[in-house]
């Protein structure tokens, strides 16, 4: 072996090793100046790459460092069926990540091919790419953009809030570039560091006071809500006997009637039964209302093609009123491939792959975000309003309302029981930035665990933690008027991108341009010297 090819394994081990950290950033360590630091080691790493291929190399194992230890709760989803061997899900994790990695690798990558030698050019066009990339991510065959890197703004709450005016892509971009500052402050242009940071700080000043719960804008709600979550194992959901003992563990946690109207919300895949034929087990729900309670719970539907007659089968969430009847549903539109559904089935299916959801047929997508109505709840003057996303559906930045209909608030039922230890944490993180994002409450209601009610800033209002039986009795945050990002969707991210890569182009145009500086002998030995 060649000392370049040692060097090149060394220098991919280090940056692997950096990737790792920085997964320490997201939740559930949420240890976010680690991923800050890794990340500028990343930016440095990529900026003085000789080639791109070892930029490319350095963002590739950096990315897959990050995603194999932050997404090591798929390998668990595995052991909750019996089809395949549960070796698989490492197998998966793995394979995933070997994919997932190529987005920021090709963000180092275009990075040093527009701005290398240039470290503050580098800073804004990495930021710029990185961004486009989580966006690509967030899109391409089906997309999968679970935990940006906007998101470790979490623990920095004042910053956070900008997800308001440029979305969680834009705070990715944001992060990156407070990272390559950092590692190109730290070498040698510290003047400049010092003056960019100074002036992104100012520009978030703004947001520490809404980051602080002090806008009180928006009115008090008067709905009440009740958020059921029973603390069920997803090996506990579908034997008989199971069925049954769950169906009393949700009576009894849904409580009794009271005099002031009640909006229960249990999670997804509540109910086994399937609600549209059985006019027994609506009455049976209906039982545990009162005259003007509303039940929000997930099931699943079955709906007769019209053409052939066969059933079509969709993850779907049901709103039922006192009486029994179904005032609407919502089908879940963005699957979860391999959870809900086996891509490639007759290609895949021979060689012993199956979907991890109990089941032989697949889930069929519904038509996308909607706003149904509450009868009953809110003023008289502004009725109350729902958006429905099931699980992951969260997840994706500015898909998760109908722009055309604003709700009130997102119900997001959710089934983490087969997410691992990180999974849940890592999911309730994503759901509180679309909660600032669009200026809406967010409400999680889960198996096992985290159930939570988000206020529109995206903070905890209440929650019910893993492994634990409870409900959170409380009334609803009103929502904020719509915010920047609400109106603008994704254009607003692209926005701040295009001005990130527009001012890393002029000052690499600059760089290009500007004579190389004359420098006497010693001047040149203390340069090689750096």
Same mark, same amino acid.
């Given at each position: 072996m060649t000392a370049s090819r040692r060097r090149a394994i060394r220098q991919g081990f280090f940056v692997f090793v950096a990737g790792a950290v920085s997964a320490v950033g997201f939740a559930p360590l949420d240890l976010w100046p680690l991923a800050f630091l890794a990340l500028a080691l990343l930016a440095d790493r990529a900026a003085r790459a000789a080639t791109w291929r070892s930029a490319l190399a350095a963002g590739w194992w950096f990315g897959f460092g990050q995603f194999?230890?932050?997404?090591?709760?798929?390998?668990?989803?595995?052991?909750?069926?019996?089809?395949?061997?549960?070796?698989?899900?490492?197998?998966?994790?793995?394979?995933?990540?070997a994919y997932l990695a190529s987005f920021p690798a090709l963000? $180092?990558?275009? =990075?040093? @091919?527009?701005?290398?030698?240039? *470290?503050?050019?580098?800073?804004?066009v990495f930021s710029a790419a990185w961004m486009l990339f989580e966006w690509l991510r967030a899109v391409l065959f089906t997309g999968f953009p679970w935990n940006p890197m906007g998101v470790v703004w979490l623990g920095v709450p004042w910053v956070a809030q900008g997800a308001r005016w440029v979305g969680t892509y834009g705070l990715s971009a944001v992060a990156v570039l407070v990272a390559s500052l950092i590692a190109f402050g730290v070498r040698a242009h510290w003047r400049a560091t010092a003056v960019l940071s100074l002036g992104l700080a100012l520009l978030?000043?703004?947001? $520490?006071?809404? =980051?602080? @719960?002090?806008?009180?804008?928006? *009115?008090?709600s008067t709905i009440l809500v009740r958020v059921v979550q029973p603390d069920i194992a997803q090996d506990e959901k579908y034997g008989p006997a199971e069925a049954e003992r769950n169906e009393r563990l949700?009576?009894?946690?849904?409580?009794?009637?009271?005099?002031?109207?009640?909006?229960?919300?249990?999670?997804?895949?509540?109910?086994?039964?399937?609600?549209?034929?059985?006019?027994?087990?609506?009455?049976?729900?209906?039982?545990?209302l009162g005259p003007r309670d509303l039940l929000l719970?997930?099931?699943?539907?079955?709906?007769?093609?019209?053409?052939?007659?066969e059933l079509i089968y969709h993850n779907s969430v049901f709103a039922l009123d006192s009486r029994g009847a179904l005032l609407w549903r919502y089908d879940k539109a963005h699957l979860v491939p391999f959870g809900e559904y086996l891509p490639l089935r007759r290609f895949l299916e021979p060689l012993g792959l199956a979907r991890l959801v109990p089941g032989d047929g697949d889930f069929t997508p519904g038509s996308g975000a909607r706003t149904f109505p509450l009868a009953g709840f809110g003023l008289a003057s502004r009725p109350a309003s729902v958006g429905v996303q099931i699980c992951y559906e969260i997840?994706?930045?500015?898909?998760?309302?109908?722009?055309?209909?604003?709700?009130?608030?997102?119900?997001?039922?959710?089934?983490?029981?087969?997410?691992?230890?990180w999974g849940p944490p890592q999911h309730l993180a994503q759901a509180r930035l679309r909660a600032i994002e669009e200026g809406l409450p967010v409400i999680r209601a889960t198996p096992n665990g985290i159930s939570?009610?988000?206020?529109?800033?995206?903070?905890?209002?209440?929650?019910?933690?893993?492994?634990?039986?409870?409900?959170?009795?409380?009334?609803?945050?009103?929502?904020?008027?719509?915010?920047?990002?609400?109106?603008?969707?994704?254009?607003?991210?692209?926005?701040?991108?295009?001005?990130?890569?527009?001012?890393?182009?002029v000052a690499a145009a600059i760089g290009r341009r500007r004579p190389p500086p004359r420098h006497e002998p010693a001047d040149r030995q203390r340069l090689a010297a750096i």
């Open positions: 194999l230890v932050a997404l090591n709760w798929i390998a668990t989803a595995f052991t909750y069926q019996q089809k395949m061997p549960a070796s698989l899900g490492w197998l998966a994790v793995i394979l995933l990540s963000s $180092a990558a275009s =990075a040093w @091919g527009i701005a290398r030698e240039k *470290p503050l050019a580098f800073a804004f978030f000043v703004p947001f $520490a006071r809404t =980051a602080s @719960g002090r806008d009180a804008r928006a *009115p008090k949700y009576a009894k946690l849904s409580g009794t009637p009271t005099s002031t109207p009640r909006l229960l919300l249990w999670p997804e895949a509540a109910t086994l039964r399937f609600l549209e034929w059985e006019p027994s087990a609506r009455a049976k729900l209906a039982s545990l719970l997930g099931g699943e539907s079955a709906i007769p093609d019209s053409k052939s007659g997840i994706f930045s500015g898909r998760v309302i109908d722009e055309k209909h604003r709700p009130s608030f997102l119900f997001n039922p959710s089934n983490d029981a087969w997410f691992g230890a939570a009610l988000i206020d529109p800033r995206g903070h905890l209002v209440a929650t019910v933690p893993r492994h634990h039986a409870g409900v959170i009795d409380a009334y609803l945050p009103a929502p904020l008027p719509p915010t920047a990002f609400s109106t603008l969707g994704l254009w607003a991210s692209a926005l701040l991108g295009l001005t990130f890569g527009t001012t890393g182009l």
